[in-house]
């Protein structure tokens, strides 16, 4: 429908069919949710065999024993197997727990308590320490700055990545901006993969803080749908070549790979980084769960055996985003007042909705038992000042159930809409 | 030998025999180790069915998908296991990954960070933050405080563990004192379990500051090596009656119950306490491994199964106590100059040695291709004024090394006593 042309009569008529088919929603008492990008039973079943790989009978390999402590940075199997899969040499690579968002959080923590690279403790730093925020963008990523008192300054994205205009110009003269969050492939929840320019651009910007650090969180990297997604170029070769490289951390994980929450983390950093790294986080930990990291190794094999897992992940999730994005064409394809990416890979559809109703939106969704993420969370402090934004997460529902979800959503969606146009 | 009676021309003869004997050894060209408490291949073999626990077929139970985010304090089936182990509800047990020195790094600098329980936080309190370290204790705990730049103050430990009426005139006097490490059994590395009257007065102490922790380092609950081994007392259950529970971190791992650093760590916590900490762990991550959760608990079943697990890991470490507990009997037992504990259960044996003489003691080991813990270690900051505590762990080296290794220690140390008479 084209909601631009409506006259008042057919706005009010409209509206009044919508709120009856919500009428009788209501009615139905479902409980439905879209709200986080967790992968579906199907997809965990996919990593079934990794539950075998290891038995009684398991043969270590020689060297350092996986079964006792030692080798805090985690076995060379899947540093090699990371450092192939993301373009670094494999002492790039250190391989940590079932969390990257820990790892993110432990970087920062670390360097709020201690600095980075001998500089001042960001605690201790006079005023406030800041964060780039690009936005809309990971609700964990801000809470993390939230919690540990950083000033989040907001970036726009655009369909490149961050604006790099806006980037460059608050990096390169605040020596308070230390860090910018960064989720470079399949972006939560945009879905924009950053371009070479942007890309070369963070590596290769000057920074007033000398101790500026990119979060650059690459858990979407293997993670496409369709053959034609774009790729992401290696920022560490080109940081190198600038001489940059110990302003990246780069951060991924197996959970949308194998286990969510049972996988295994990576951070990828230089070696001047990583010497750093190893003594902080020897601090805290002998080491991490090398026999789980083993299994992850028996399970995963090689680069080609991950690409052909997340084949067969995209089978399953390919046709969640098409319901979503199918109702969304057939229902708003025609206007401009509700926009959103087709994303190519990732977790998240982004849906800009007319400004001052996502929450409104979010509302009618829980009154009718569909939960979507809260309006606001991809947004510092949850404050959305256009109140627009909202994010969709189509993989854990079954096909069914996201099916009549994205039926309520459109339903409220349309109200949403007719009710901004007839204020 | 009775060290103190012998004449000069006796000590003199004495040493010139022992040196004789160390430059034999230094022929040998050893490579031998008894610096850390690792277990040996033995005991993790002990542990290889939990490897078998899982396979393709796990039926996960019914209710939320352990494979997937969520249950951010652990399964409950592990919750249930660890609080009956520990004697305490199981809603007060916090399960996460494998390092509980990571979750004990984790409560002070959060605390650091953003305080306790709304206190401030400690990176901001007027002046530097203290904790009560009794010594001799475990080098990774003043380390943390070392890193984090928390003022380490010494205090003595004796046969019931540290020094209450020490303890407790510090605490109720100086409100920056926020923290005391206790290894409350066979602790680490004077094998003393604290006495019932230790436990309570810790409990029940007034402390100045109101944001006051124990960070109790329960790794050795269940690692008895005699079936006489004393009991600690719940200090969560005289802490409740005296309404102090709060001021109660305790910390324990599977870390020496199944593999080392591939085990399950637990914090436990009364329930104000837990609410912070699940807010808290939240802004780092969205749970821990709960499928490696599962095969522990699979594996451990119960607390009698995990008492039998013990008994056996006790029969591989014995014997290994034995060979050292009875050579320093057999040298050392006639004289003063040189004491130890026999502990009856953990994993190191304390040996202290003549004033002055650790530091010569670990560069003669040294030289000799045996690698004992620093001399040091086990006080803040590596400073032992005294210099004469060294740490002994000989669960690691296999029984025949282990006498060699054992061998090699008397002769140096019989060296070290003669030449700090020949003094």
């Known amino acids: 429908m084209q909601y631009e042309s409506l006259s008042k009569e057919e706005i009010k008529k409209s509206l009044s069919a919508e709120k009856k088919r919500y009428d009788a929603i209501l009615k139905e008492k479902l409980s439905l949710d879209m709200s986080r990008g967790k992968p579906a039973a199907e997809q965990l079943d996919l990593a079934m065999p990794l539950l075998s790989v290891l038995s009684e009978n398991t043969k270590f390999p020689k060297g350092p024993d996986y079964r006792n402590y030692g080798l805090q940075d985690g076995i060379p199997e899947l540093k090699n197997l990371f450092g192939e899969l993301f373009g670094v040499p494999s002492d790039y690579v250190y391989v940590a727990g079932n969390s990257s968002l820990n790892l993110m959080y432990d970087m920062i923590s670390d360097a709020m308590l201690t600095g980075v690279l001998g500089s001042t403790p960001w605690c201790r730093a006079e005023g406030k320490v800041k964060f780039l925020c690009p936005v809309p963008g990971y609700d964990r990523h801000f809470n993390i700055c939230e919690k540990l008192g950083i000033e989040m300054i907001s970036v726009p994205m655009n369909e490149a990545g961050p604006d790099m205009n806006v980037v460059e110009d608050l990096v390169s003269n605040d020596p308070l901006i230390k860090g910018i969050w960064c989720v470079p492939r399949f972006s939560n929840p945009s879905g924009v993969t950053y371009s070479a320019e942007t890309v070369s651009r963070l590596a290769k910007m000057k920074t007033a803080a000398p101790d500026f650090r990119i979060y650059y969180d690459n858990s979407y990297f293997v993670h496409t749908l369709y053959e034609d997604a ?3 170029v290696n920022i560490f070769d080109i940081a190198k070549e600038a001489g940059t490289e110990d302003r990246i951390y780069m ?4 959970s949308k790979i194998t286990f969510a929450g049972g996988g295994i983390a990576v951070l990828i950093a ?9 003594e902080k986080m020897g601090w805290k930990t002998i080491g991490f769960n090398k026999i789980w990291q083993y299994a992850h190794y028996l399970y995963l094999e090689s680069v080609s055996k991950i690409k ?9 999730i390919r046709p969640k985003f098409e319901i979503v994005l199918d ?3 057939r229902d708003f394809g025609d206007t401009d007042l509700v926009s959103w990416n087709a994303p190519k ?3 998240f559809i982004c849906l800009k909705c007319p400004n001052g109703t996502a929450k409104r939106i979010w509302t009618l ?5 569909l939960t979507i993420t809260p309006a606001g969370a991809s947004h510092p402090l949850h404050i959305d000042d256009t109140d ?3 994010r969709i997460a189509p993989t854990y529902p079954s096909c069914e159930d996201l099916k009549k979800a994205t039926s309520v959503l459109m339903t409220v969606v349309k109200i949403a809409v007719l009710e901004s146009l007839s204020k």
Chains 1, 2 share one sequence.
């Open 230 to 232: 774009p790729e992401l």
């Open 308 to 316: 052909s897992i997340m084949k067969a992940q995209a089978e399953l």
């Open 345 to 347: 890979g990732g977790y």
């Open 365 to 369: 969704c829980k009154k009718a038992g």
């Open 327 to 329: 109702a969304l064409e």
């Open 251 to 254: 951060f991924s994980s197996t």
């Open 388 to 390: 627009s934004y909202l």
């Open 270 to 278: 230089s070696p001047k980084n990583m010497a750093s790294v190893k």
